[in-house]
């Protein structure tokens, strides 16, 4: 793309770390903190804000950046560079600020692009199991004694962060499709996990997300290859316009896919599977995350792997050592008798594939799900879908829209999700608009034997963590009255 197009020069966004201090507005977002901890690692002057500053941003101190709370025009006084997340509204006081004084202002995915480019690039797009996926590829290349640097759009538990720092000419990276973001990358090796309806804001229909898809694999390199799920629909579709010098390529558990998964089996946390290559088999994979979507995953992260020349040795000892990324399926504990588990599922398929994967891991246990629609754009879209997928659940808890970016839209609520899932048919859908009080209502309801599964990507985060707390407050087997976890009336039973 263009330096008009980007904000950035010919040198790209080293160049304009060369040139002075960038700051990084928003640098609490998975991909924001991810590449500034790079930049600052790499030797350049950082600065940082956010609203909320967190423990992402916090941690950035530790490598020397400066961390201003809040935004404020002041902040850009004196820096060569602005960037900012796709979100970032023109209006904004420190991106109007930035205009004013002639300062170049990039957003994320061009940056991100940018610092990327001079090195070998594997990318994980796709709707859904992006973060896991990216993470998985990663952990396979650090097995490999590669030295990968990793961007991940979510915190991996060994790395503590959101970047596995490495080798400065070997990255893997999170292809994010919002606001066509993944349009700046061109990497060598691209895995696509899924296409399916999302951000409908942006892309308006089908159509417009397949179209986006396509033009992020014309990015491909020459010589690169594509790896797309076979076991998808809208992925599987893609790999018919891969031309050229490029090799399209498919993985999953369908018959004809080239790397294929076989015979599944869940145990508790453990996931395995047998893989064949082009009809050879290569034994066994193991995987310590549940879920028939994170074995897909990980054979895709294998798939990749294996074009970049990676022997089965260390693909099988990347994948036994992964131990999850923060909010995928992550187990939050267990106290009086109730496991908790958090995950960042936000679509309809992301619902229904966490609770897959908590029925596989918890046979028998009473389901109990914790849902925050995202946006009402999404809710608005995909409300049906919504409930078919809670539905699975033996209770659902449903609280209000986390609006994020979005102003409200007239008749749009989360009542539309409870409409949809009361229909398609759990005994129990509970209502409960107050995330605040959330954790005690829920509490006051759970029994031993009950897996609790909180799920948005909103301010439920955190709810969980509360749940658990709360019970393990409770003495073993005293009974939950109400009283100390809500107020009466707060709940509507069906």
Not at 193 to 205: S, V
Request: proline letters at 5%; a negative charge.
């Amino acid at each position: 793309m263009s330096t008009r197009e980007t904000g950035l020069g010919p040198d790209g966004l080293r160049g304009l770390v060369a040139s002075g201090p960038v700051h990084f507005m928003g640098a609490g977002g998975a991909g924001m903190c991810a590449l500034a901890e790079a930049v600052a690692r790499a030797g350049g002057t950082v600065t940082a804000c956010d609203r909320n500053p967190g423990s992402a941003v916090r941690a950035l101190e530790a490598l020397g950046v400066t961390v201003l709370g809040g935004h404020d025009p002041s902040h850009v006084e004196g820096i060569a560079g602005l960037v900012v997340t796709a979100a970032v509204a023109e209006s904004h006081p420190e991106l109007r600020r930035a205009r004013e004084l002639g300062i170049p202002v990039v957003k994320r995915a061009a940056a991100l692009g940018s610092w990327v480019s001079a090195g070998r690039v594997a990318a994980v797009a796709g709707t859904h199991g992006k973060t896991t996926t990216t993470a998985l590829l990663t952990a396979i290349l650090e097995a490999a004694d590669m030295d990968p640097t990793g961007f991940v759009g979510g915190e991996v538990a060994t790395w503590k962060s959101n970047l596995r720092p490495g080798r400065d000419d070997l990255f893997v990276v999170e292809a994010d499709e919002y606001d066509r973001s993944f349009h700046h990358l061109n990497p060598d090796v691209t895995v696509v996990t899924n296409m399916e309806a999302d951000h409908l804001d942006i892309y308006g229909d089908m159509e417009g997300v397949r179209h986006a898809f396509h033009r992020y694999l014309e990015g491909v390199r020459p010589g690169g290859s594509v790896w797309a799920c076979a076991d998808d629909p809208g992925a599987a579709s893609l790999l018919a316009s891969v031309r050229g010098e490029v090799s399209g390529h498919a993985y999953g558990f369908s018959a004809g896919a080239e790397l294929r998964g076989e015979r599944p089996v869940f145990e508790g946390g453990l996931s395995t599977m047998r893989v064949r290559e082009l009809g050879v088999s290569r034994g066994r994979l193991r995987l310590h995350i549940p879920g028939m979507h994170n074995l897909r995953n990980a054979l895709g992260a294998a798939a990749a792997a294996r074009s970049m020349g990676v022997e089965w040795d260390a693909i099988r000892k990347g994948l036994a050592g992964f131990s999850g990324v923060r909010r995928r399926f992550q187990r939050l504990g267990e106290a009086s008798g109730v496991q908790v588990v958090d995950d960042y599922a936000h679509h309809p398929t992301e619902v229904e594939a966490a609770l897959l994967a908590a029925r596989a891991s918890a046979p028998g246990a009473r389901l109990v799900a914790v849902f925050q629609p995202h946006l009402y754009t999404r809710t608005r879209d995909f409300h049906q879908a919504f409930g078919r997928a809670l539905a699975a659940a033996d209770v659902v808890w449903i609280t209000a829209i986390y609006p994020a970016r979005e102003e409200p839209l007239p008749g749009v609520d989360a009542a539309m999700v409870v409409r949809a899932t009361r229909a398609a048919g759990p005994s129990e859908v509970h209502v409960h608009d107050d995330v605040g009080t959330l954790p005690g209502a829920v509490a006051a309801t759970l029994r031993p034997g009950d897996l609790c599964l909180t799920m948005g990507a909103g301010s439920i985060e955190g709810v969980g963590e509360r749940i658990l707390a709360l019970l393990r407050e409770a003495a073993p087997g005293e009974a939950s009255d109400g009283s100390r976890h809500g107020t009466p009336g707060e709940r509507e039973h069906a």
